[in-house]
């Protein structure tokens, strides 16, 4: 039977691995909390839909999409799913 060699780990491969680790750990918790976290958005008025709704009467639906986005900070195809439905 072969003789064992003792395994070395050096102690720059520990740190390595613990500094890996911990923000493995850190990353994770971050996006948790960020899942669970409500968005702060400010609801649509009843006032800018009536505005997003006439112009896209008057045909200006790309108009009625920047108005969306730009009172509510939604993305430009949320925007304009938003005004399609209108």
Do not use: C
């Amino acid at each position: 039977m072969p003789a064992q060699i003792p395994l070395q780990i050096s102690p720059g491969i520990i740190a390595l691995s613990a500094v890996i680790t911990a923000a493995a750990i850190w990353l994770i918790v971050l996006a948790v909390r960020l899942t669970y976290r409500p968005r702060n958005r400010p609801g649509i008025s009843v006032d800018l839909v009536d505005q997003a709704r006439e112009l896209k009467a008057l045909g200006q639906i790309q108009e009625a999409v920047f108005l969306v986005r730009g009172e509510t900070g939604m993305s430009h195809r949320a925007a304009a799913r938003f005004v399609n439905r209108l």
